[in-house]
């Protein structure tokens, strides 16, 4: 009876913070046999619930990665991510080859960031985005990688930060919605939160393991949910170059599964082939959460896998994972 009482009490205290779908038809929504879409915080906008990451569709080959899209796309995946620096813009251009044919551009939701922090870089980066992007506008512009010491006094500079460049591109028509990225804590993505400004959304690591281990999920995710500011989902699997199933016995279909059952408004995935894609597709085409059950069975077993912060190398300062032009140019601000 002891032992039965301190395994449900340690349960209730795991699931503690670990929310949950109340109702996914008031999020989500399916049509036609597509990719169901659920809604972009308090924007009035629908995205797909899973999306491009933009960083691998610069990686790969340039014809794979367009015919990619477009089959995605045809699929029913409206929302691509990408960022300015992503392999050295080589990602904006392939996206812009791809969602300019086909009169694709008119069917999808681009997301872009920018790395500066300064207003005369960000306006760059941005205008960089635009050409390379081959569009009038972006839908959405956050500010990359917010997680360095400084960043947010940087980018809110009335003066000179980026944030009042992303105001002025967002007057002149050239984006629609502004947020901001970062994945090593989520202490610094609730300072942000307490700025004098309307996010339209947030980009932050959700996975099975972050639930144990200085977690976005329990600390940012319902701050946004409350604010109705639009959650997006990255690093389901962990990371490019280490992988949750590397840890704890669990496919990569059940970390993206998990993922998807909390209440983001889409999850970015990085697919380098068509089966990488179609997994994904398949999984979101007949979507349903995972049941709480579930969700406890996973916690309980990644447990030590987490413990340490090991597997997520995004959260740990000293690992430079991050965003490489602003490491370059705070290490010249530095030396």
Same mark, same amino acid.
């Given at each position: 009876m002891g032992n039965e009482f301190s395994r449900r009490e340690f349960i209730q205290t795991l699931m503690a913070g670990v929310i949950l779908w109340p109702d996914i038809t008031q999020f989500q929504s399916s049509k036609n046999g597509l990719i169901p879409t659920?809604?972009?915080?308090?924007?009035?906008?629908?995205? +797909? %619930?899973?999306?491009?990451?933009?960083? $691998?569709?610069?990686?790969?080959?340039?014809?794979?990665?367009?015919?990619?899209?477009?089959?995605?796309?045809?699929?029913?995946?409206?929302?691509?991510?990408?960022?300015?620096? /992503?392999?050295?813009?080589? *990602?904006?251009?392939?996206?812009?080859?791809?969602?300019?044919?086909?009169?694709?551009?008119?069917?999808?939701?681009? %997301?872009?960031?920018?790395?500066?922090?300064? /207003?005369?870089?960000?306006?760059?980066?941005?205008?960089?985005?635009?050409?390379?992007? &081959?569009? +009038?506008?972006?839908?959405?512009?956050?500010?990359? *990688?917010? &997680?360095?010491?400084? $960043?947010?006094e940087r980018v809110f500079d009335p003066d000179n930060g980026a944030v009042k460049a992303l105001f002025e591109a967002r007057k002149e028509g050239k984006l629609r919605y502004i947020g901001f990225s970062g994945h090593r804590d989520p202490q610094i993505h609730l300072d942000m939160l307490m700025m004098p400004i309307e996010w339209d959304a947030v980009l932050m690591p959700l996975n099975i393991l972050d639930a144990h281990y200085n977690s976005f999920q329990k600390k940012v995710l319902p701050v946004l949910l409350d604010r109705q500011i639009a959650p997006l989902g990255m690093k389901s699997l962990v990371g490019r170059f280490s992988r949750i199933s590397e840890r704890m016995n669990v *496919?990569?279909?059940?970390?993206?599964?998990?993922?998807? +059952?909390?209440?983001? +408004?889409?999850?970015?995935?990085?697919? &380098?082939?068509?089966?990488?894609? &179609?997994?994904?597709?398949?999984?979101?085409?007949?979507?349903?959460?995972?049941?709480?059950?579930?969700?406890?069975?996973?916690?309980? *077993?990644?447990? $030590?896998?987490?413990?340490d912060g090991g597997a997520e190398l995004y959260k740990d300062s000293r690992s430079g994972y991050g965003c490489s032009y602003h490491s370059r140019i705070l290490s010249e601000i530095e030396g």
């Open positions: 659920r809604m972009l915080g308090n924007t009035g906008e629908r995205i +797909s %619930m899973i999306g491009f990451g933009g960083w $691998d569709l610069g990686f790969i080959d340039e014809k794979l990665a367009i015919d990619m899209i477009h089959r995605g796309v045809d699929e029913g995946i409206t929302f691509i991510d990408n960022a300015w620096e /992503y392999n050295n813009g080589r *990602s904006e251009e392939v996206v812009g080859k791809a969602v300019a044919t086909g009169g694709l551009r008119d069917k999808v939701f681009l %997301m872009s960031k920018v790395c500066a922090r300064d /207003y005369e870089g960000a306006k760059r980066h941005l205008e960089d985005g635009l050409r390379r992007l &081959q569009t +009038s506008h972006i839908d959405l512009v956050m500010l990359h *990688s917010i &997680q360095y010491d400084g $960043d947010r *496919s990569a279909e059940l970390c993206r599964r998990y993922s998807m +059952s909390l209440p983001v +408004s889409t999850l970015v995935c990085g697919w &380098q082939n068509m089966d990488e894609m &179609q997994l994904c597709i398949n999984i979101a085409r007949d979507f349903e959460p995972l049941t709480e059950g579930k969700i406890e069975e996973l916690l309980l *077993s990644s447990i $030590d896998p987490a413990a």
